[in-house]
């Protein structure tokens, strides 16, 4: 993969939190096209062959993660915080977290827990996200005050970026989403000299794990034909999966289903046909969550919507694992895609409702 996916990966940002992800994404962008369009909420996209005949074509990755949110101080000097996304509590105990000021800098902690020696006899009962602590080490909450601590900054788990034994997985925090967003700067590095039969508007929108509300002022600013949501879903391949839960190596995600999104049937059809005919290989998967295409599907007068699914072990925790394989294989259905989608196409995917 490019660089620009463990640069991304290894960056802060949690929902509402995204301005460094975005200044690194802008810069990226500059390298590719001279037009770039912004929201008011932060998300942003680059735009080659603007003036096409064919289509409007938005792909969208995400660039916030899960992550939380400092809320107060206790008096011993330890920190309180909220979820900003759907985390479970019990995953996040005895973990390496951050808290990060407005310029970036630094708090390193721990979250505390107790050690079985303080639990015997004691009926384990799940943890809430909001119930969890970080300690920093500051002996009061002046002390953590003076540390720099101050209420509303994000709190992110620490990063540890590492390539597998065989050389083909990677592991590291925030793959969901920033895969997504390092995939639409691939997209314009890769197609920005190609004659495509549409236009593309390819970038990330921002507070996705809180309500996708970047996809909605997002797709009203860009007013596309298709919008492709780029974001990785949690298979269950390492623990007792079916043929619909997803798996690595298995090839992208055709998301025929989510309670948000149920895939729009011409686009699955278009989408089956691009993979087969490029020899690309895929996977059907069943989602109980959302993307952002939920949101763009509803937008004016309605969308055609997909999501294109990267296979992702333990997302929505403090680490994720993905394929290269598979990266490799939603970055070739996304090209075969994007030559495809000309006017015939399009007609054809709308009467195939």
């Given amino acids: 993969m490019k660089k620009y996916y463990q640069d991304l990966v290894n960056m802060p940002g949690a929902p509402s939190f995204e301005k460094h992800v975005k200044r690194y994404m802008k810069n990226e962008m500059?390298?590719?096209?001279?037009?770039?369009?912004?929201?008011?909420?932060?998300?942003?996209?680059?735009?080659i062959n603007e003036n096409s005949d064919g289509p409007r074509v938005m792909l969208a990755g995400h660039m916030d993660e899960v992550g939380g949110m400092v809320t107060g101080i206790t008096k011993e000097g330890?920190?309180?915080?909220?979820?900003?996304?759907?985390?479970?509590?019990?995953?996040?105990?005895?973990?390496?977290?951050?808290?990060?000021?407005?310029?970036?800098?630094?708090?390193?902690?721990?979250?505390?827990?107790?050690?079985?020696?303080?639990?015997?006899?004691?009926?384990?009962?799940?943890?809430?996200?909001?119930?969890?602590?970080?300690?920093?080490?500051?002996?009061?909450?002046?002390?953590?005050?003076?540390?720099?601590?101050?209420?509303?900054?994000?709190?992110i788990p620490r990063n540890n970026f590492i390539t597998t034994k065989d050389?083909?997985?990677?592991?590291?925090?925030?793959?969901?989403?920033?895969?997504?967003?390092?995939?639409?700067?691939?997209?314009?590095?890769?197609?920005?000299?190609?004659?495509?039969p549409c236009s593309l508007y390819s970038g990330a929108t921002v507070q996705e794990e809180v309500g996708l509300r970047g996809a909605q002022t997002a797709t009203a600013l860009v007013n596309p034909d298709i919008f492709l949501?780029?974001?990785?879903?949690?298979?269950?391949?390492?623990?007792?999966?079916?043929?619909?839960s997803g798996r690595l190596d298995g090839g992208f995600l055709v998301r025929f289903y989510d309670p948000n999104a149920i895939m729009h049937q011409g686009m699955k059809q278009h989408v089956e046909k691009v993979a087969k005919e490029n020899g690309i290989k895929f996977q059907y998967y069943k989602s109980m969550g959302g993307t952002d295409a939920a949101r763009a599907q509803l937008s004016g007068d309605g969308v055609v919507v997909a999501t294109i699914g990267m296979p992702a072990r333990y997302i929505h925790s403090t680490t994720s694992i993905i394929h290269e394989n598979d990266y490799e294989a939603v970055r070739d259905v996304l090209v075969a895609l994007m030559k495809s989608f000309d006017e015939k196409t399009l007609k054809t995917i709308k009467e195939n409702v």
């Fill in 30 to 47: 500059k390298k590719h096209t001279d037009t770039i369009l912004e929201d008011k909420l932060g998300s942003v996209f680059g735009v």
């Fill in 78 to 155: 330890l920190v309180k915080m909220i979820n900003l996304g759907g985390m479970k509590g019990d995953v996040f105990l005895s973990q390496h977290m951050i808290i990060y000021t407005d310029d970036l800098e630094e708090i390193p902690g721990v979250t505390a827990s107790k050690p079985p020696h303080l639990t015997k006899g004691k009926k384990d009962e799940a943890l809430k996200f909001d119930e969890l602590r970080i300690d920093i080490g500051a002996d009061s909450k002046e002390h953590a005050e003076e540390l720099g601590v101050k209420i509303g900054q994000q709190i």
């Fill in 167 to 196: 050389g083909k997985k990677h592991i590291s925090k925030a793959w969901d989403n920033r895969f997504g967003a390092a995939m639409s700067l691939d997209m314009l590095e890769t197609l920005k000299n190609e004659s495509l």
């Fill in 229 to 244: 949501a780029v974001d990785c879903s949690p298979c269950q391949d390492s623990f007792d999966g079916d043929e619909v």
